[in-house]
């Protein structure tokens, strides 16, 4: 029998099955907090992981949702253009507040309200990818078009050239 997911990878799983999809939320007994241990938990590519950010507009406040591929760091300039003002990290009670997960199992959907979305570019060269789902140890794994459609993100090349 399948165990129990806790209640916020359970509101991912129940986000899911409302759009129609059969993507499945496993809870690991080990961490998946960072994009490097998800990656060795799922047994992927770092670039696989997708990492879900939230940023901040630092003229309107608005928040700006950002899903980033686990190896890239992203660069707040180019966030900035694509946004048309100043863009800052959001802080972790801007987190909480806006998506309704704590940092370390913020899931790209099942928040309180749409967020403004960018999808990294470097997300659609993969087949599949692995999400957050709610907890510190909870994933799904989507494909990149599956993720532009749950989340109506824009993709856009965020990576900080290094
Ligand atoms: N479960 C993993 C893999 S999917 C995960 O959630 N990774 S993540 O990258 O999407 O989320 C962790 C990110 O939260 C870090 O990359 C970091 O950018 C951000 N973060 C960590 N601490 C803070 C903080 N105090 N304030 C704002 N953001 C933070």
């Not at 809870?27 to 590519?45: F, H, L, W, Y």
């Not at 300039?77 to 863009?87: F, H, Q």
């Not at 806006?98 to 470097?122: R, S, W």
Request: with cysteine; net charge neutral.
């Amino acid at each position: 029998m399948e165990k129990k997911l806790s209640k916020s990878a359970q509101k991912v799983q129940d986000a899911l099955a409302g759009l129609g999809l059969s993507c499945q939320v496993e809870e690991r007994s080990a961490s998946t907090r960072s994009a490097e241990e998800a990656a060795q938990v799922v047994g992927c590519d770092v670039g696989q992981i997708v990492k879900s950010l939230l940023f901040r507009g630092e003229v309107t406040g608005q928040p700006l949702f950002v899903l980033a591929s686990g190896r890239n760091r992203v660069c707040v300039d180019k966030l900035a253009a694509l946004a048309g003002e100043p863009i800052g990290k959001a802080d972790a009670s801007f987190v909480r507040e806006k998506t309704g997960f704590a940092i370390g199992g913020v899931a790209p959907l099942g928040h309180p309200e749409k967020l403004a979305t960018i999808v990294d570019e470097d997300l659609l060269q993969y087949s599949e990818l692995w999400a957050a789902a709610g907890t510190p140890a909870a994933l799904f794994r989507l494909t990149p078009k599956e993720l532009t459609v749950i989340t109506d993100g824009r993709v856009a090349s965020v990576r900080e050239m290094t």
